[in-house]
């Protein structure tokens, strides 16, 4: 159900954007949504659906693409991509550390959109 405040929110973002751009209407959204976040594909363009009725983005396809985890070793500071089934046991490929904070993979951005 945390779903339909982050896609209200999506829907501001975008309608506030159209308006300034004097679009027509819009036709897809480009999303970008890390790995770890818990928000369904599927919800988001339900609620979507719901809420942007009788707006410029009623009936827009949201195109979800999930990013990863990207992890920083703290001790080298070297960025390096983890598959989410080994976030229990993360190191650093270079050095070997298990200090290591994450820089992304939890994150949703609007990445862009399509209009007319």
Excluded at 40 to 65: C, P, V
Aim: aromatic content about 6%; hydrophobic content about 35%.
């Amino acid at each position: 159900m945390h779903e339909l405040p982050v896609t209200e929110s999506i829907l501001n973002v975008v309608l506030k954007h159209a308006r300034a751009n004097g679009v027509k209407k819009v036709v897809a959204i480009h999303l970008e949504i890390g790995e770890l976040s818990d928000l369904e594909n599927e919800w988001i363009q339900r609620y979507f659906d719901y809420l942007s009725k009788n707006t410029l983005a009623e009936g827009a396809k949201l195109k979800i693409k999930r990013t990863p985890v990207v992890m920083e070793c703290r001790s080298c500071e070297t960025r390096f991509k983890v598959n989410i089934k080994d976030m229990f046991e993360i190191k650093c490929p270079k050095c070997g550390s298990s200090d290591c904070t994450m820089v992304s993979g939890k994150e949703y951005y609007i990445k862009s959109m399509e209009a007319v």
